[in-house]
C-alpha cells in the first residue's frame, strides 16, 4: 500500500507539473487575446504547442502547426482598420500575455496561503511558479530564438522604424487568406533603420518570391541568411531556406546549392517539413531540380499536399504555384520572372 500511495504521489505531481505549465502558457496567450480585443484587433489564430484554432477565409478551423522554436503557443490578431502605425495599440497588445501572468501568479499565491487541500496548493504552486516565470522571461526584452514579448513592447515604445515595420508584420499576418504578393506592397517595404530591418528585407523576400522575381528575392534571402547579429535564429533558418528555393529556381550549381543546403538546413528542414508545407515545397524543388530524381519528387510533393490542412489557404495558394513553376523549370520551360500571376488553390 505505501509503495503504491507513493506512485500515485509521485504521477499526480507529473501531472500536476505538466497541467500547470500547459494552463500558465493558455493563460500567456489568452492575456494577448483579450488585450488584443479590448484594443480593436480581430481574431486571427490562437495556438497552444502544436495545435492552433484559426480562422481562415471567415471560417473557424483547427490546424495542427507542429511547435514553433522559441513559443509554447502564439496568438495573432489584426490590428484595426484604418488606423495608422503610430496610433496603433501594439505595446497594450503584447503587454496583455504577462500581465495575465503576473494576475495568476498574485491570485495563486493567495490561493496556496488560503487553502488546505495539500493537492490543491500543489498545483497552484506549480501554476504560480510557471506563471511568474513566464511572466519574466516574456516581459524582460529578450533576443532569443525570436523577440520576445518584451523586447517588442521596448522597440513599440521607442522605435519609430521598427513600430512601422511591426505594425506591418500584424497586417501580413492578420491575412492569411492571401498570399504576399496579394496583398499591398507597402507591407513588404524595407526599413533602414531598427532591430526589424532585416525582418523587413526578410518579408519583402517572400512577396518578391510569390511574384516569381527570384533574382531580386535571392538578393535579398542572401543578406538575411548571412546575418548571424541582425536575426534572430529562427528568421535567419527560415530565409535560409527561402534562399535555398531561389538558388533551386534559378539553375544553380551543386557547389552554390550545397553551400546553403548544410547540415544545419538539412536538419531544420526534415524537422519543419512534417507540418509546414512551404518546407516539403522546397524539399520537392530540390529533388526536382537537383538531384533530378522524379521518385523521391513525387513523394515529396504527395506529402506536401497532405499537408494542406496544416496550412492557411494564401500560403496553399503560394506553395502549390511555386511547385508548378518548379514543375515547368524542371521541363526546361523558360520563365520569366514577373510574367506568371498567382495560380489558384485548385
Wanted: net charge neutral; hydrophobic share 40%.
Amino acid at each position: 500500500m505505501e509503495m503504491a500511495y507513493k506512485f500515485l504521489k509521485a504521477f499526480f505531481i507529473i501531472i500536476a507539473l505538466v497541467a500547470a505549465e500547459r494552463l500558465a502558457t493558455l493563460i500567456h496567450e489568452a492575456g494577448h487575446l483579450v488585450m488584443g480585443k479590448l484594443s480593436g484587433y480581430r481574431f486571427v489564430s490562437f495556438r497552444i504547442g502544436p495545435a492552433a484554432l484559426v480562422r481562415d477565409e471567415g471560417r473557424l478551423r483547427f490546424m495542427k502547426t507542429g511547435n514553433i522554436a522559441g513559443t509554447g503557443g502564439q496568438c495573432i490578431m489584426l490590428p484595426p482598420d484604418g488606423c495608422e502605425p503610430e496610433k496603433t495599440p501594439i505595446a497594450l497588445y503584447y503587454l496583455g500575455g504577462g500581465l495575465f501572468n503576473i494576475l495568476t501568479a498574485v491570485l495563486s499565491f493567495v490561493l496556496l496561503i488560503r487553502s488546505d487541500n495539500v493537492y490543491v496548493k500543489t498545483f497552484v504552486l506549480f501554476l504560480g511558479a510557471f506563471s511568474a516565470a513566464q511572466a519574466v522571461i516574456n516581459l524582460v526584452p529578450l533576443k532569443g530564438t525570436v523577440y520576445n514579448d518584451g523586447f517588442n513592447i521596448r522597440l513599440s515604445l521607442t522605435s519609430p522604424a521598427d513600430r512601422i515595420t511591426m505594425y506591418r508584420i500584424l497586417r501580413i499576418s492578420g491575412h492569411p487568406d492571401l498570399s504576399p504578393g496579394q496583398m499591398p506592397e507597402e507591407y513588404f517595404m524595407c526599413q533602414d533603420q531598427g532591430e526589424y530591418a532585416e525582418i523587413s528585407r526578410m518579408m519583402r523576400g517572400y512577396y518578391m518570391l510569390d511574384r516569381k522575381e527570384y533574382a531580386e528575392a535571392e538578393r535579398l534571402f542572401t543578406g538575411c541568411a548571412r546575418s548571424r547579429e541582425g536575426l534572430p535564429e529562427l528568421y535567419r533558418l527560415e530565409a535560409k531556406a527561402a534562399l535555398l528555393l531561389c538558388l533551386l529556381m534559378r539553375g544553380a550549381d551543386d557547389l552554390e546549392i550545397s553551400s546553403v543546403y548544410d547540415k544545419e538546413l538539412q536538419k531544420y528542414l526534415q524537422k519543419t517539413g512534417r507540418y509546414q508545407m512551404d518546407k516539403r515545397c522546397i524539399l520537392y524543388a530540390y529533388q526536382l531540380l537537383n538531384r533530378k530524381d522524379e521518385k523521391a519528387a513525387e513523394e515529396e510533393y504527395a506529402a506536401m499536399l497532405k499537408l494542406q490542412d496544416n496550412a492557411f489557404s494564401g500560403d496553399i495558394r503560394m506553395q502549390l504555384s511555386l511547385a508548378e513553376e518548379a514543375a515547368l523549370t524542371a521541363e526546361g520551360v523558360l520563365i520569366k520572372e514577373g510574367v506568371h500571376e498567382n495560380q489558384g488553390a485548385g
